[in-house]
Structure formats: structure tokens, C-alpha cells
């Protein structure tokens, strides 16, 4: 093994463990006793619980505003103890260690993967938890990757799981969207960049979404009044149900995965 104990790489965390119980402390005293430089961030832990797509969306959101070279550790994992694999993905600008369950779905629109590895089940201890792979597989993996070593893995020979949910289809002038993300505000984010769609629906028009009636598309917040539904391109460039000053998602029933019909 060819450890480089002097790196001082960042690790970046998401998980759905939330910060009550003892699991991302165990996962960071894994890493740190295998690479004690590691420079540790938390991007969240409060990933709605066992929703992949919501890990998806937030990786996306926060990964490419990380230095090069930052590996970013994801665990929501709601087959933890199955036979879903547990892999490493190398591109360009940096690693990924997670469950291969699509969660790296929305990055690698983006990125182009270079390596891809498998993550051995016995990489840190013998016999690892069947319900805790965050500490025994997972956080060792990274600490790997972020020094470099990756003769600890196995060649991936197999398939990058992608979640078709996160994609949108278009039928003439309708697009069937599904609700990738709820903020805490209630913007309902869905699997819709507005860059593949401006040419249709440009800002100041109006677009009929199904079960919310006719709402406009529109640049910020202040262009509606308060309580007005509207439209809008979030930071990340998706579409966005907003209310201003409102919570979109309870006043509409909309929650993670629902469909959702936009015509204009």
C-alpha cells in the first residue's frame, strides 16, 4: 500500500444520519485514524431519511464549488447490508464514495468518469456491521482515496446506477417533471434545468402547472407579490415552484418524487 500520511485532502459529507446519534462522529474517528490530515466539511447531514434523491440533488448543488481534488463522501444507503455495490468514482476534478444506488446521478451529467473501483467489504475491519457501512466501508474508502491510494479497491466492471426520476420528458408543449428537492422555505425543485428549456419557456411567460393553475416564470422572489405562486430558476439552475414569502410545498401537497405536469 502506498500511503502519503503527509495529504492533507478535503473530505466532504453528506449523509441522512442527522446529528443526534454517534454515527457521523464514528464515521469522521475512521477517517481521521487513517488519514489524520484529512481536512473534514460537512456539506449536510440532514438528507431526507433513505431518499437518494435528495443526496443526489444536494452533491450536485454544493460539489462543484469545492476545490479540485476534494473527495465527497455520500452515504444514503437504504440497501445498507445488501448486494448493492460500494464503489469509488474518479473523474477529472475529483473522487466519489458511495453506495452505487444513484446516487451520483445529477454529478456525472457533468463529470466524466477516469476510474471506477469497488470497495473490498473487508477494506477496514473483518467483519463489517450489516446495518453501519458509513463507518465500516465507506469513511476508510474515502480516507484512501484522499491520500491517493487506491490499490485498496478492485477494478468496477459494472454499471453506474442512474435514477431515471431525475430526468424530465417533453411532449410537444408539456413536460413531465418530477419534485427533486423541497428546501426548508418550501421551493419545490424539479428535474428540470432551465437551460434546456428557455427556448420554450422564457422569463415573463406563463406556464400552467396541473393541480396549481397559471403562474409565471420569474428572475427573483420581489417580481411576485407576497403569497403569489410563481416560477423561478433556482442557483443551480433548475426550475422552482416558489411562493414569496410562502412555503409552496405544504400549501400544494408536493413532496419528493411526486410528478409534475408544466404546459404552456
Not at 393553475?213 to 439552475?237: A, C, H, M, P, Q
Request: charge should be neutral; charged fraction near 25%; include cysteine.
Amino acid at each position: 500500500m502506498k500511503e502519503n500520511t503527509n495529504t492533507a485532502s478535503i473530505i466532504a459529507l453528506i449523509t441522512d444520519f442527522g446529528d443526534k446519534d454517534f454515527y457521523v462522529g464514528a464515521m469522521r474517528g475512521v477517517i481521521l485514524s487513517i488519514n489524520p490530515n484529512a481536512k473534514i466539511v460537512d456539506i449536510s447531514h440532514n438528507i431526507e431519511p433513505f431518499s437518494v434523491i435528495s443526496g443526489a440533488y444536494v452533491l450536485y448543488g454544493a460539489y462543484k464549488y469545492f476545490p479540485r481534488g476534494t473527495t465527497f463522501l455520500i452515504v444514503v444507503d437504504p440497501g445498507v447490508g445488501s448486494r448493492r455495490e460500494a464503489i469509488v468514482i474518479k473523474t477529472r476534478n475529483y473522487s466519489f464514495v458511495a453506495p452505487n444506488n444513484g446516487v451520483l446521478s445529477l454529478v456525472l451529467m457533468e463529470e466524466s468518469i477516469t476510474e471506477k473501483y469497488l470497495i473490498p467489504e473487508n477494506i477496514f475491519v473483518r467483519k463489517p456491521s450489516y446495518t453501519f457501512h458509513g463507518r465500516d466501508i465507506f469513511a476508510p474508502a474515502a480516507a484512501y482515496a484522499s491520500m491517493g491510494v487506491y490499490d485498496v479497491f478492485e477494478e468496477f466492471r459494472g454499471d453506474i446506477v442512474t435514477l431515471d426520476i431525475l430526468k424530465y420528458k417533453k411532449e410537444g408543449r408539456a413536460i413531465k417533471a418530477h419534485v427533486i428537492n423541497v428546501d426548508r422555505f418550501g421551493n419545490v425543485a424539479l428535474s428540470v434545468q432551465y437551460e434546456d428549456v428557455k427556448k420554450e419557456i422564457s422569463y415573463g411567460k406563463t406556464v400552467s402547472i396541473k393541480g396549481i393553475g397559471d403562474v409565471k416564470l420569474v428572475r427573483y422572489f420581489s417580481e411576485l407579490s407576497v403569497g403569489e405562486t410563481g416560477l423561478i430558476v433556482n442557483s443551480i439552475g433548475f426550475l422552482e415552484i416558489c411562493i414569496r414569502e410562502g412555503n409552496a410545498a405544504k400549501r400544494y401537497g408536493l413532496k419528493l418524487g411526486d410528478e409534475v405536469l408544466l404546459t404552456w
